[in-house]
């Protein structure tokens, strides 16, 4: 478990929500960068890669759905200052959970820093991509990690009425969007007293 504290108030892009959706994509992209050998480990190199995704909202999951990161967020605004602080707790060596040691089948211990040093390089060079552009600028990169692309889900419109929507990805302020069956585009907004992270969710149409 580590934490980041990320100020945002030079940013004109939502920072304060965008920072963990941008940490669960620097720690796919960070993984995926670290060659088997970096490991101590032939498996990756020989019989089979590894590959992470993207779940809702901040999860890194292996293609088997597998929990592996877990990210929250707290943010702070005031006049005098604005940050977000982002936690993130990594398996990666833990015997009584799924980790990254018992994915690579390695019987060495894996070395946190080198992992943590391989995301923060990562996570600085998409943070500034999305400071000066905005989250379009790797919109394209994220989705391709982003396991909920075209998955269909019920949502409450705001007339209280049911209805399916088409996932496409997030919006530049780290909500769902999607296209209803009319093929309008809409904003989701979670129903923050429902565990499940996609259910309940309120359609908005822009």
Same mark, same amino acid.
């Given at each position: 478990?580590?934490?980041?504290?990320?100020?945002?108030?030079?940013?004109? $892009?939502?920072?304060?929500?965008?920072?963990?959706?941008?940490?669960?994509?620097?720690? /796919?992209?960070?993984?995926?960068?670290?060659?088997?050998?970096?490991?101590?480990? /032939?498996?990756?190199?020989?019989?089979?890669?590894?590959?992470? %995704?993207? %779940?809702?909202?901040? +999860?890194?999951?292996?293609?088997?759905?597998?929990? #592996?990161?877990? !990210?929250?967020?707290?943010?702070?605004?005031?006049? *005098?200052?604005?940050?977000?602080?982002?936690?993130?707790?990594?398996?990666?060596?833990?015997?009584?959970?799924?980790?990254?040691?018992?994915? !690579?089948? @390695?019987?060495?211990? #894996? @070395? %946190?820093?080198?992992?943590?040093?391989?995301?923060?390089?990562?996570?600085?060079?998409?943070? %500034?991509?999305?400071?000066?552009?905005?989250?379009?600028?790797?919109?394209?990169? $994220?989705?391709?990690?982003?396991?909920?692309? +075209? @998955?269909?889900?019920? /949502?409450?419109?705001?007339?209280?009425?049911?209805?399916?929507?088409?996932?496409?990805?997030?919006? +530049? +302020?780290?909500?769902?969007?999607?296209?209803?069956?009319?093929?309008?585009? /809409? *904003?989701?907004?979670?129903?923050?007293?429902? *565990?499940?992270?996609?259910?309940?969710? !309120?359609?908005?149409?822009?």
């Amino acid at each position: 478990m580590f934490s980041l504290k990320i100020p945002t108030n030079q940013c004109k $892009y939502n920072l304060l929500e965008m920072a963990p959706h941008l940490s669960a994509l620097a720690i /796919v992209l960070a993984l995926e960068s670290i060659p088997a050998f970096m490991f101590g480990c /032939v498996f990756l190199a020989h019989e089979q890669e590894l590959h992470f %995704r993207i %779940r809702w909202p901040y +999860d890194v999951v292996t293609d088997a759905n597998e929990k #592996l990161c877990g !990210i929250i967020n707290e943010s702070h605004q005031s006049y *005098e200052e604005s940050y977000a602080v982002i936690g993130m707790g990594l398996h990666v060596n833990n015997s009584n959970a799924n980790c990254l040691k018992k994915q !690579i089948k @390695s019987d060495a211990l #894996l @070395s %946190r820093s080198f992992i943590l040093s391989k995301y923060l390089f990562v996570f600085s060079t998409l943070l %500034r991509s999305f400071s000066e552009f905005g989250f379009e600028a790797i919109s394209s990169l $994220y989705l391709r990690y982003w396991m909920h692309t +075209d @998955s269909v889900i019920k /949502v409450t419109g705001t007339d209280g009425n049911a209805c399916s929507v088409t996932l496409k990805g997030i919006t +530049d +302020d780290g909500y769902l969007k999607g296209q209803d069956q009319l093929h309008r585009w /809409v *904003e989701l907004y979670p129903d923050h007293n429902c *565990e499940d992270s996609l259910a309940n969710m !309120i359609a908005h149409f822009p």
